[in-house]
């Protein structure tokens, strides 16, 4: 893509502009790290850094303007051009879109929105467009696709650079749809502006991300704007559909905030599709899916209740899209795993292993709610919280643990710029309280290091007892204050079964 330099910043009329306009602008950047030769640097005052202290930096590289919010010594800027403007971060997400040609006015857009399912909801969605011989690509926590192409993410929603430039080439290769995680991150900061969504879902609402958000309330809030933003006046196109979730005590709320067609999805409430003979195995389960079309029964190769609702969030839609409810159900029937969520590690012995990404209360519930459904004998719980993250769901989730499980091994996970153990502490203030309670858990373990928590699980596993390793699902690392380390909780379980020799 290349730009005018006067063509975006004629869409800043009110910024100030000291230099020339007549330039080519061929990338915008936000990292001096990623400027090229005739970049526009745009400056964003962070949580950790001012790109407004990067500018000499992104100009020996070959910036050839910035847009920045304060003022900035003249010194070295002699051969670029200034803009600035009272907040960078807006600017920056009027004139990205246009930079790119609004790839997000070409596609059909569906964003995923809630605390919990979304990975999921969203691999359910794209396979089921893909079955209908759609073309589309996907966006979010594990990685981005474009058609088979695949390529690494750093966040589950990106920047409003990187997005956009996605979209873009999503466009390029021919893709009909964009189908993307929209996370509360991305909702705050303005990451989804340019793209406007033909489709939003609202997965659930639990406690994560009290730390960003501050309050639950505000955390609701910040995803509501996915719902209104269906709603705008200056919207380029018709034929709006809000999937929501009814069974979530805020779904009514977010319908509300859409304005235009809904089709809801329940188990418990009256819903336009609901889900019922259900049944759930460690390896599928089944149940049958009740809309407008009557009765889908389904079997599947994925479990738990957590996952009848995704199933009914992608049902919804592919049914918004007009899909086939026949092909929607040869989808989902079809549809295999997503990597890390309810993973089963199977290495020849005699108890189940299970790998998933619950990282929130509510997820940890849930998915041992499911083992629990199923489990003859003992659940041996390994799981952490992050740090940097929501300390608040640290003692809830130690908690669950010990409501649910019979042993449970806290460890860490992406301990980050935290202490482990500190971490750990306030996970075990949940844990205590459990066991003072007299629930299930007879005893727990902490063990800071993960691949030693997994190797005790394991040894203290008995046949037909379920061990659930949570919180990494598919990560391939570990984050550590100094360095990130090669780590893969399903990988790490297969090492130690094959060590110990273990058969069933
Ligand atoms: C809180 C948050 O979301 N922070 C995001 C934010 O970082 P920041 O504003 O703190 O950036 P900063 O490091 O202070 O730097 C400020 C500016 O200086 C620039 N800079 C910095 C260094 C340098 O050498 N040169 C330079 O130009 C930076 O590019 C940036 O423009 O902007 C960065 C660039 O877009 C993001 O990568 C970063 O996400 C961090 C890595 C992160 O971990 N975010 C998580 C919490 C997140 O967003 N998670 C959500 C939800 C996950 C879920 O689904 O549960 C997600 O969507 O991933
Ligand atoms: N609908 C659901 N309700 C509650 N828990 C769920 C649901 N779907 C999945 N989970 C649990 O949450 C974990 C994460 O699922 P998934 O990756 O689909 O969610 P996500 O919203 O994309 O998470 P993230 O916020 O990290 O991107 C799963 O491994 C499972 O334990
Ligand atoms: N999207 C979530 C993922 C958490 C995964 C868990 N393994 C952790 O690192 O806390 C977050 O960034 O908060
Ligand atoms: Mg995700």
Do not use: W
């Not at 790119?100 to 909801?121: A, Q, S």
Request: neutral net charge; aromatic residues 6%; hydrophobic residues 45%.
């Amino acid at each position: 893509m290349i730009k005018g330099l006067k063509q975006l910043t004629d869409l800043l009329p009110a910024a100030a502009i000291q230099g020339r306009l007549e330039r080519e602008i061929r990338a915008v950047a936000h990292d001096s790290r990623q400027v090229v030769p005739g970049t526009l640097f745009v400056c964003l005052s962070g949580v950790h850094a001012d790109g407004h202290d990067f500018i000499t930096a992104a100009v020996q590289q070959g910036a050839a303007a910035v847009l920045v919010e304060k003022d900035v010594p003249a010194a070295g800027c002699e051969d670029i051009t200034i803009i600035k403007v009272a907040d960078t971060r807006k600017a920056m997400q009027v004139i990205v879109p246009y930079f790119f040609d609004y790839p997000g006015h070409k596609l059909r857009m569906i964003g995923v929105t809630g605390t919990n399912g979304k990975t999921t909801t969203t691999y359910l969605i794209r396979s089921i467009l893909r079955q209908a011989g759609h073309k589309a690509g996907l966006i979010g926590t594990i990685q981005t696709m474009i058609g088979d192409q695949i390529l690494p993410v750093k966040n589950t929603t990106p920047d409003v650079i990187e997005l956009q430039s996605i979209l873009a080439e999503m466009v390029a290769n021919g893709m009909e749809y964009a189908i993307m995680e929209v996370s509360s991150h991305a909702l705050a900061l303005g990451r989804i502006a340019g793209c406007e969504f033909d489709v939003a879902v609202f997965t659930n609402m639990t406690q994560d991300h009290l730390d960003f958000h501050q309050t639950f309330a505000n955390y609701i809030e910040t995803k509501a704007e996915l719902f209104r933003s269906l709603n705008r006046p200056d919207s380029k196109k018709q034929g709006k559909t809000a999937i929501i979730n009814f069974d979530d005590p805020v779904g009514k709320a977010m319908a509300a905030h859409a304005g235009c067609p809904v089709i809801s999805y329940g188990i418990n409430s009256t819903a336009v599709l609901t889900a019922d003979s259900l049944a759930v195995a460690a390896a599928g389960s089944s149940f049958s899916i009740k809309g407008p079309f009557g009765a889908m029964p389904l079997t599947l190769n994925i479990t738990g209740m957590f996952n009848v609702y995704n199933v009914l969030a992608a049902a919804g839609a592919a049914l918004a899209e007009k899909i086939d409810p026949a092909i929607i159900r040869q989808a989902l029937e079809g549809f295999s795993s997503v990597p890390g969520r309810f993973e089963l590690v199977q290495a020849g012995q005699p108890f189940t292993v299970i790998v998933d990404y619950a990282h929130t209360p509510d997820g940890l519930e849930n998915v041992l709610k499911t083992a629990k459904q199923f489990a003859t004998a003992k659940i041996i719980v390994v799981f952490g919280c992050g740090g940097d993250r929501d300390r608040t769901k640290r003692p809830l989730m130690g908690k669950l643990a010990a409501v649910y499980g019979d042993i449970v091994l806290a460890t860490s996970d992406n301990p980050r710029s935290e202490e482990p153990g500190k971490i750990l502490e306030d996970i075990e203030v949940g844990l205590k309280d459990a066991l003072a309670a007299g629930h299930s858990a007879k005893s727990y373990q902490i063990i800071i290091d993960r691949r030693q928590a997994i190797t005790q699980a394991i040894q203290l596993a008995g046949p037909q007892d379920v061990v659930l390793i949570a919180g990494k699902g598919h990560e391939t690392y570990q984050i550590l204050k100094d360095r990130t380390i090669d780590f893969d909780d399903r990988q790490v379980a297969r090492e130690v079964i094959r060590e110990m020799k273990i058969n069933a």
